[in-house]
């Protein structure tokens, strides 16, 4: 025990740094939530888009294991809140998969150490988020054109642009943030009130490219 709360205190670039041959996890394994720390023994176990070898190894764990789940490339979370509950009732010191979890909110409100790549239920989100991306990147493109194009010729242009074009990127961002949230949702994608953000979304580029037409010869000739 004394042992586990030294390495408690030691960051783990300076364990590196001390032996290199020690290896690391992963960078893209990211605490799902700020300011935790963790070590124990590992309990290992493989878990490819199956959550109940992970329910089997929770209950041969030991109190003070961390739980290591290797996933091997799968595309579901393995585990989430029920999981890291029952962890933390039978008093694991933490959780650490090279995949995916979810229920951040839960694992939050649990409060045990948990590291994971992501906390995604499963892929089918991301194919329509490229398409918010799309709608997104084209308003910002073509309000930034505009607005740089008008304020070229000005001496405050450095003033100008930011105070200019920020606010009228509200309107973008806060469409793309609504569509993303749904298409992210923990438990998997919601398109509950999705076409709403998508109209604005494009009623927002449609508006943005017709103005920059009609002014581009005014423009182009000052």
């Not at 992963?26 to 963790?38: E, K, N, S, T």
């Not at 878990?47 to 290591?68: C, I, K, N, Q, W």
């Given at each position: 025990?004394?042992?586990?709360?030294?390495?408690?205190?030691?960051?783990?670039?300076?364990l590196s740094?001390?032996?290199k041959?020690l290896?690391?996890?992963?960078?893209a394994?990211?605490?799902?939530?700020a300011?935790?720390?963790i070590?124990?023994?590992?309990?290992?176990v493989v878990?490819?888009?199956?959550?109940?070898?992970?329910?089997?190894?929770?209950g041969?764990?030991?109190?003070?294991d961390?739980?290591?789940?290797?996933?091997?490339?799968?595309s579901?979370?393995?585990?989430?809140?029920?999981v890291?509950?029952?962890?933390?009732?039978?008093g694991?010191?933490?959780?650490?998969?090279?995949?995916?979890?979810?229920?951040?909110r839960?694992?939050?409100?649990?409060?045990?150490?948990?590291?994971a790549v992501?906390?995604l239920?499963?892929?089918?989100g991301?194919?329509?988020?490229?398409g918010?991306?799309?709608?997104a990147?084209l308003?910002l493109?073509a309000?930034?054109?505009?607005?740089?194009s008008?304020?070229?010729n000005?001496r405050?242009?450095d003033?100008?642009?930011?105070l200019v074009?920020?606010p009228?990127?509200?309107?973008?961002?806060?469409a793309?943030a609504?569509?993303?949230?749904?298409?992210?949702?923990?438990?998997?994608?919601?398109?509950?009130?999705i076409g709403?953000?998508?109209?604005?979304l494009a009623l927002?580029?449609?508006t943005f490219?017709?103005?920059?037409y009609?002014?581009y010869?005014?423009?182009?000739?000052?």
């Amino acid at each position: 025990m004394d042992l586990i709360e030294r390495l408690l205190g030691i960051d783990v670039s300076a364990l590196s740094d001390a032996d290199k041959t020690l290896p690391v996890v992963d960078p893209a394994v990211r605490a799902m939530m700020a300011d935790v720390r963790i070590a124990g023994p590992a309990f290992t176990v493989v878990a490819e888009d199956d959550h109940l070898p992970v329910m089997s190894a929770l209950g041969e764990a030991s109190p003070g294991d961390v739980l290591v789940i290797a996933t091997n490339g799968g595309s579901r979370a393995v585990f989430g809140e029920l999981v890291a509950t029952e962890a933390s009732r039978r008093g694991l010191a933490g959780i650490v998969a090279d995949g995916f979890c979810r229920d951040l909110r839960g694992l939050r409100a649990i409060a045990l150490p948990v590291f994971a790549v992501f906390f995604l239920d499963s892929w089918t989100g991301l194919a329509p988020l490229a398409g918010v991306l799309v709608l997104a990147d084209l308003g910002l493109a073509a309000t930034g054109v505009l607005v740089s194009s008008i304020a070229a010729n000005s001496r405050a242009r450095d003033l100008l642009v930011p105070l200019v074009l920020l606010p009228l990127l509200v309107p973008v961002m806060i469409a793309a943030a609504g569509a993303a949230e749904r298409l992210l949702a923990a438990g998997g994608p919601s398109y509950d009130g999705i076409g709403k953000w998508l109209a604005i979304l494009a009623l927002y580029d449609v508006t943005f490219l017709l103005v920059g037409y009609a002014v581009y010869d005014f423009l182009l000739e000052d």
